[in-house]
């Protein structure tokens, strides 16, 4: 079992930055590739960025590529993801989640793959 807790969301003005946490316990974090999904109000969750559990691999969305930037430290037990530029269509519940592999290089971005999540938190960009 491991449990997620994400940190990080708030209210930012178009062009701003946030930077979301992922603090996972558990079981040993560094055998989970990790992955950020959001879902903004009547859609459909949808994949943002996931990294493997080396973090060698990072994987993005067509749609934040070259904003945001997801990180893990192992030691730590903790998932980053860096937002810059952020824009008001990236308002939405973010949600961290954990997907057990012994791949090293995988990190899925279909949410029906992950075995556990993260509660969300908002993170809400003004324009």
């Known amino acids: 079992q491991v449990q997620l807790a994400e940190s990080g969301g708030g209210l930012v003005q178009a062009g701003g930055s946030l930077r979301l946490s992922c603090a996972a316990s558990?079981?040993?974090?560094?055998?989970?590739?990790m992955g950020w999904f959001r879902q903004a109000p009547g859609k459909e969750r949808e994949f943002v960025a996931s990294?493997?559990?080396?973090?060698?691999?990072?994987y993005y969305a067509d749609s934040v590529k070259g904003r945001f930037t997801i990180s893990r430290t192992n030691a730590k037990n903790t998932v980053y993801l860096q937002m810059n530029s952020l824009k008001p269509e990236d308002t939405a519940v973010y949600y961290c989640?954990?997907?057990?592999?012994?791949?090293?290089?995988?990190?899925?971005?279909?949410?029906?793959?992950?075995?556990?999540w993260g509660q969300g938190t908002q993170v809400t960009v003004s324009s």
């Open positions: 990294i493997s559990w080396s973090g060698g691999g990072t």
């Open positions: 558990g079981r040993t974090f560094s055998t989970y590739a």
């Open positions: 989640a954990a997907y057990f592999t012994v791949v090293p290089g995988r990190a899925p971005p279909s949410a029906h793959e992950y075995d556990y």
